[in-house]
Each structure stands twice: as structure tokens, then as C-alpha cells.
């Protein structure tokens, strides 16, 4: 289902308790459309935290959330890891984050449901491949960090 960005975020806060501030922030580019970093600054200035990347534990869930959501049909469109890397510049989210903040649970649960439905003919092909390689880029994974979670789920498989 192509939902635009300002569609999903709504659900987003709609379907989970966010913090007040960060509700705040994803209302920004929910009535706005864009992700207003002038805007975004404004609201942390006025919740008293200094820099976007001090409240990152609760930022990394909305990607998470919002991954998840994505993920319903079973891909990932070219517009939606567009919109996450927007979403992840507009959070403050770097490259590691992912896995040195305790997400990795988190991560790792994502990816085995994408490889079980992968696994699941026993085969892998070129979309599929695809999306775990985009999946990978999305949690910011390096190959080694990629390795480690897949190779514990492969071993499994």
C-alpha cells in the first residue's frame, strides 16, 4: 500500500505512545509535509534538550515503527527508503546507531520475519535479495554487524 509519508506518521501516532517532544517533531512533517530541521530545532530549544541526537532511544523507535509499517506488504518502495533516510536525517540518526543503542533485538527480529518469508520457497531471488541488502542500509548495519545477525539466523534456518 503506497502511503505518503505525512499518511504514515499519522499512524504512527495514532498506534503508539510516543514522548510529547516527539510527537512534536513528527507532526512537523505530518502537517507540513517536509522535514523542517529549522522547526525541528525549535521545538527540542523549547523542550530543553540541546542537540536531536540527546533523545536518540525514542528516534530510533519511530524508524523502527515506521520500518514496520512499511514492511506490511512485504517490500520496500523506492519512495519509502527515501522517506526513511529523510526521516533518519531529520531524527539525527547516524550510521551504527542501530546497533549500539539496544536496538538490536528489535532489528533482529525484523530481519529474521524478512528472511523466514524469504526462506520460505528456499529459494532467494533478485527482488528478495534486494530488499534484505536495503534492509541493511536502512538499520545502518555494516557487513559485519549484518553478517553477525544473519548468520545467527541462518544457522537456525
Not at 106 to 134: C, F, G, H, P, W
Request: with cysteine; charged share 30%; proline share 0%.
Amino acid at each position: 500500500s503506497m502511503k505518503n509519508i505525512q499518511e504514515s506518521l499519522a499512524i504512527l501516532t495514532k498506534k503508539h505512545t510516543y514522548s510529547v517532544l516527539v510527537q512534536e517533531l513528527l507532526h512537523v512533517v505530518i502537517e507540513t509535509g517536509s522535514f523542517n530541521t529549522l522547526a525541528r530545532n525549535t521545538i527540542l530549544q523549547a523542550h530543553g534538550v540541546r542537540r536531536i541526537s540527546d533523545i536518540k532511544s525514542h528516534t530510533l523507535d519511530v524508524i523502527i515503527d515506521y520500518a514496520l509499517l512499511c514492511l506490511e506488504d512485504g517490500k520496500l518502495t523506492e519512495n519509502e527508503i527515501k522517506n526513511t533516510h529523510l526521516l533518519k536525517l531529520f531524527l539525527g540518526i547516524e550510521e551504527g546507531d542501530f546497533y549500539r543503542n539496544d536496538k538490536k533485538s528489535e532489528v533482529k527480529d525484523i530481519l529474521t520475519k524478512q528472511l523466514e518469508l524469504i526462506y520460505a520457497d528456499r529459494k532467494i531471488d533478485r527482488q528478495e535479495a534486494l530488499l534484505m541488502s536495503n534492509l541493511q542500509g536502512l538499520f545502518g548495519l555494516n557487513y559485519m554487524e549484518y553478517e553477525e545477525f544473519i548468520s545467527e539466523i541462518v544457522d537456525k534456518a
